[in-house]
């Protein structure tokens, strides 16, 4: 059964940092596509980043680039996305999302689609607020 847990979310003031973890268990990272999405109330699902399960370069969207890291580690069967100079607008709920992978998915349109995702984990609240 595939499962996906995240945790690190919390209260942090403009500017601040937080590390978001999803531990995955059911299947190995190196066959699946893992994304990160946010949800806001009153705004729709957007994506936010997305690691090929080749590896290589992770793709971020427009809004987070710059300030948001995406990482995994094989050992702990973890995808980390560390959030730097963190805005108001940030604030959500941040789920990971797994794809079974095919090449290059991250890098193609269909990256920021939900639906393209089988698999998704309950979400971790993210506020940011003085």
């Known amino acids: 059964q595939l499962q996906l847990v995240e945790s690190g979310g919390g209260l942090v003031q403009p500017g601040g940092s937080l590390r978001l973890s999803c531990v995955v268990s059911?299947?190995?990272?190196?066959?699946?596509?893992i994304g990160w999405f946010r949800q806001s109330p009153g705004k729709e699902r957007e994506g936010v980043s997305c690691i090929n399960a080749s590896g290589g370069r992770p793709a971020y969207a427009d809004p987070v680039k710059g300030r948001f890291t995406a990482s995994r580690d094989f050992a702990k069967n973890t995808v980390y996305l560390q959030m730097n100079n963190l805005k108001p607008e940030d604030t959500g709920v941040y789920y990971c999302a797994a794809t079974e992978g095919r090449t290059n998915f991250c890098y193609s349109g269909a990256v920021w689609r939900g639906s393209e995702y089988g698999y998704w984990g309950q979400g971790t609240q993210v506020t940011v607020s003085s």
């Open positions: 059911g299947f190995t990272l190196d066959y699946y596509a």
